[in-house]
């Protein structure tokens, strides 16, 4: 879907977005068939789906989940994952290019090295990028002139992302009020505190270095993360879990395959139920959110997975008053 909005300066500008929605149980033609068998034969990464199908009318309005990829991804990423929630119930809109950043595959253009400055400044494109979304999908609810102007509740929206995708997505919450709950796939945690509803699933950091006798330490970056991760986890509605065996990859969408470890030329494999963690989660997480519907998974300390793992909330600082201090 290619959607109009109005940038700051009064000019219009393009919004391009790939949509995954339920649709009804229909029997295909054989053109239909056909056409889809083209299809998948020229998109053979993205899950099985019907192409251009009209969503379905006996869900009603359908919460949306704006999905945002990492930095050098692709919208058609993550595709099983986004397939599966549409399977229970929502929209999901992935975001093309959400950082504004993408350049031709043939052009001869070197890629910019990665700066602190230059991550700050994709953030806060990728956030403006999400709202502008909304606003699009709310001019395009206002004028009711396709099949979409009444099928997607936009009093009900998320927003799920994966490395600095979620990044974007637990700023987004801060910025845009529209979005009422987040999800935060193997991406930076930031300092400031999630208040809405905040689903971290977190790598095993001591997957990422080379295997040996001793657990290698994490680097200073990891520790900073897993501590503001702890941060998270005091709050009612903050759920936080680390996969163990997974990298930051298997979480992108090559999660069904092995990764190499820096430093050595071993792949390393996903836990065997790496993908079933992840579905189920973020599942649970916005079906309880979004739809209402409490799943348990969001209500216990404990997990049917034995690869899943809940931080430990950190406790507050003690703080000793000298004697004669006002507290």
Not at 59 to 87: C, F, K, Q, W
Not at 132 to 158: F, M, P, S, Y
């Amino acid at each position: 879907m290619r959607l109009r909005t109005r940038a700051e300066e009064g000019r219009c500008t393009t919004l391009q977005v790939r949509l995954w929605y339920p649709i009804d149980q229909t029997e295909p033609t054989r053109a239909r068939a056909l056409a889809q068998f083209l299809y998948r034969l020229r998109h053979f990464r993205l899950a099985p789906a019907w192409h251009g199908a009209e969503p379905t009318r006996e869900l009603g309005r359908l919460p949306l989940i704006t999905y945002v990829h990492d930095i050098g991804g692709r919208h058609e990423a993550n595709s099983h994952l986004l397939a599966d929630l549409a399977s229970h119930g929502f929209v999901l809109a992935a975001i093309h290019d959400p950082f504004g950043r993408r350049i031709s595959q043939y052009s001869l253009r070197r890629s910019e090295p990665s700066t602190s400055d230059g991550e700050q400044r994709s953030l806060a494109h990728g956030v403006k990028t999400a709202s502008v979304l909304l606003d699009a999908l709310e001019e395009l609810e206002q004028g009711d002139r396709t099949v979409w102007g009444n099928c997607i509740d936009l009093k009900n929206v998320g927003i799920m992302g994966y490395a600095l995708g979620g990044a974007v997505a637990a700023e987004a919450t801060h910025s845009d009020k529209r979005y009422v709950a987040a999800a935060n796939l193997a991406g930076p945690i930031s300092a400031r505190l999630v208040t809405v509803p905040y689903l971290a699933m977190l790598p095993d950091f001591q997957s990422a270095h080379p295997t040996s006798s001793l657990p290698a330490p994490i680097n200073a970056r990891e520790a900073l993360h897993y501590r503001r991760a702890r941060h998270q986890a005091r709050l009612p509605q903050g759920h936080v879990i680390q996969i163990e065996g997974t990298r930051k990859e298997h979480f992108g969408g090559s999660i069904g395959s092995a990764s190499i470890v820096p430093g050595t030329q071993q792949p390393v494999d996903p836990p065997k139920h790496a993908r079933t963690i992840v579905e189920a989660y973020t599942a649970a997480f916005f079906g309880t959110y979004l739809q209402n519907h409490k799943h348990p998974l969001m209500y216990v300390r404990h997990s049917p997975y034995s690869e899943v793992r809940f931080l430990p909330p950190s406790t507050p600082r003690r703080i000793d008053w000298p004697p004669g201090a006002t507290q």
